[in-house]
């Protein structure tokens, strides 16, 4: 366990996050294990997994949380989105949920002039829709399939498909193919690059298993 700085609440979340890394453990465990008052460690704990520090499980036990994962999933997304973009000549990204927002995280952009581009870093409220947005959020999707699409919804003559990342049960991430409409099949980008915006979803959870 790491050494006491004298910052109280940055001590105690470490311990926190020190007591879940070796076992999940729920709030009130947590304040015994601690030495926590009950409604200190409900409040810290509620509070880190709004940040996304911790992820409560089925049985009411707190893990390490998604914010954890997103430096691994960007690193093991940059040849899967370029693998993506070599394959279709479009933009690939992956995204991942900032509070309100969606971050971009990582990014392969489309060689052509005419291209759908995000720069890494940049942030976008959920509420502006988008098949990322409807993937993180996992709104139902009206395809029926695991992808979600968006056709000018957030931007006009563009379209994307975009399928959830998942981490310990919860959507963490989205893998997103991005095109100009008119370089897409007449049938949208979930029937053109579904599967393959699918495919590229399992291998990051598998990534993420042995992170």
Same mark, same amino acid.
Request: glycine share 8%.
């Given at each position: ?12 979340v470490m311990a926190i996050l020190d007591a879940v890394e070796a076992a999940p453990r729920g709030a009130s465990e ?50 899967v989105l370029a693998e993506m973009r070599t394959r279709t000549g479009e933009t690939a990204q992956l995204w991942v ?5 969606? @971050?971009?995280? !990582?990014? #392969? &952009? $489309?060689? *052509?002039?005419?291209?759908?581009? %995000?720069?890494?870093? =940049? ?12 993937? @993180?959020?996992? !709104?139902? #999707? &009206? $395809?029926? *399939?695991?992808?979600?699409?968006? %056709?000018?919804?957030? =931007? ?17 991430? #989205? ?8 370089? %897409? ?21 598998? #990534?993420?298993?042995?992170?």
């Amino acid at each position: 366990m790491a050494e006491p700085t004298g910052v109280g609440v940055l001590d105690r979340v470490m311990a926190i996050l020190d007591a879940v890394e070796a076992a999940p453990r729920g709030a009130s465990e947590l304040a015994r294990t601690l030495e926590l008052s009950v409604p200190t460690a409900h409040r810290l704990v509620s509070a880190m997994t709004k940040h996304g520090l911790l992820q409560r499980d089925a049985d009411g036990r707190h893990h390490i949380g998604p914010r954890f994962a997103s430096s691994a999933l960007a690193v093991a997304a940059e040849p899967v989105l370029a693998e993506m973009r070599t394959r279709t000549g479009e933009t690939a990204q992956l995204w991942v949920l900032r509070g309100e927002d969606r @971050l971009c995280v !990582a990014s #392969a &952009e $489309s060689r *052509e002039e005419l291209r759908a581009a %995000v720069p890494v870093g =940049t942030a976008l409220p959920l509420s502006a829709r988008g098949s990322a947005a409807k993937a @993180l959020t996992n !709104a139902p #999707a &009206e $395809s029926g *399939e695991r992808w979600f699409e968006s %056709v000018s919804e957030r =931007t006009p003559q563009l379209c994307s498909v975009s399928t959830g990342v998942r981490y310990r049960g919860a959507v963490v991430a #989205a893998v997103c193919l991005a095109a100009p409409v008119f370089r %897409v099949a007449p049938e949208g980008p979930g029937a053109q690059y579904g599967a393959l915006v699918d495919e590229a979803a399992d291998r990051l959870e598998s #990534a993420l298993r042995y992170a």
